[in-house]
């Protein structure tokens, strides 16, 4: 296996989603990592007076269930299936812990308990006083609604509230202006958790993401647009990774951007993290180029074994500018390359634990 350890930078395709009263904070519709669809909403924004105003309408709720519960002679079939409704919602809240299924009943609730007083109102003495508590909830409930700014989704994918700045900058197309330099000094810390935001969101393309390497390499200076390899992340996942751009930088080194379309969700949270580059990955020995000894197109090894040495043949599976991995031949492949089978018999086989010979000496 052919690796090189080092550090990433994670590019993405996002959408930054903020609106005018930013500076209230926010409340979440949406949490983070939900998929979300085009058109939906999935934050809003906290209006002026909103905790004021707030417990103003929780005080008239108050008034208007304790004015219907000294209603005693309103049995309105509609009452009673408003009332079923109301309970069938409550239970709904203390089976979910969703925050936005949690507001959806709690709304609900409250639609069910106005319809239920309106009615009640129009059945009982004491009407007008149940109406004028409707009337003014009503007006509370008008003015915190128009100072709610609801955001929502422009395209659809993934809801993050992790915004660092760089959601403009790091995108897939501008990869032109991207190079060492510019990121070095943005500071960022390898494997640190991008911090949650109070005023925005953004949506993310879950599909696929990419991630920026600046290596010296043999293999990163033979690599071509297009290629496959693996990388590996910092939790020991493997990925399937495709080179999407290759450039060399002033400094000799080679910026190779990486597309990827597996644990992108995952990687919503980073910016920078730690990776391995796998160029190639073979099952063998592992043993010094210095090892080998070539004769026309065959190799050989030295092997020593209790202080007898054999001249053995092995096929050279990978090779870099250091190591190369072996193993034995098959039967059948050195039928193929001329030898006897008589001659197959004799032969001696590497083994795991075997020692090899430097530059064919001992």
């Known amino acids: 296996m052919m690796k090189n350890q080092l550090y990433g930078y994670i590019i993405r395709d996002e959408k930054v989603l903020t609106g005018e009263n930013y500076k209230n904070g926010l409340v979440e519709i949406k949490a983070e990592g939900d998929k979300v669809s085009k058109g939906d909403s999935v934050f809003r924004y906290y209006s002026n007076n909103e905790s004021s105003l707030a417990e103003k309408i929780a005080e008239l709720d108050t008034q208007i269930q304790e004015a219907l519960e000294g209603q005693t002679d309103v049995y309105s079939a509609d009452i009673q299936v408003l009332d079923k409704q109301i309970e069938e919602y409550l239970q709904k809240i203390l089976e979910t812990n969703n925050v936005e299924e949690i507001e959806e009943y709690k ?3 409250s639609e069910a308990l106005i319809k239920k007083a309106k ?14 508590l409707i009337e003014e909830r009503r007006k509370y409930e008008e003015e915190l609604n128009n ?9 659809s994918g993934v809801m993050s509230y992790r915004i660092d700045g760089l959601e403009e900058v790091l995108t897939p197309s501008n990869f032109d202006n991207i190079n060492e330099e510019l990121l070095e000094n943005y500071n960022l810390k390898t ?19 990419y991630v920026v390497v600046f290596l010296e390499s043999n293999e990163a200076r033979e690599a071509n647009v297009g290629d496959s390899l693996t990388l590996r992340l910092s939790d020991t ?19 190779l951007i990486f597309k990827i379309n597996k644990n992108v969700e995952e990687l919503i949270a980073y910016r920078k993290i730690s990776i391995d580059v796998i160029w190639w990955s073979y099952s063998g020995l592992k043993v010094p180029n210095s090892a ?12 020593n074994r209790t202080g007898y040495t054999d001249k053995i043949l092995v096929k050279v599976l990978k090779q870099n500018q250091d190591y190369s991995i072996i193993e034995n031949y098959e039967t059948e492949e050195l039928l193929d390359l001329g030898y006897t089978k008589d ?12 020692e090899v010979s430097m530059n064919g000496k001992d």
């Open 191 to 209: 494997g640190q958790m991008i911090s949650t935001s109070k005023e925005a969101g953004k949506i993310v393309n879950n599909y696929e993401c």
């Open 292 to 303: 080998l000894i070539q004769d026309g197109e065959l190799y050989y090894v030295i092997r």
């Open 107 to 109: 709304t609900s609730i």
């Open 343 to 354: 001659e197959i018999s004799s032969m001696k086989s590497i083994g795991l634990y075997d």
């Open 237 to 255: 996942t493997e990925v399937d990774a495709e080179i999407s751009y290759k450039r060399e930088e002033n400094s000799g080194k080679i910026m």
């Open 119 to 132: 009615i009640a109102g129009e059945l009982s003495p004491s009407g007008s006083y149940i109406s004028k």
């Open 147 to 155: 100072g709610q700014e609801y955001i929502k989704a422009d395209v």
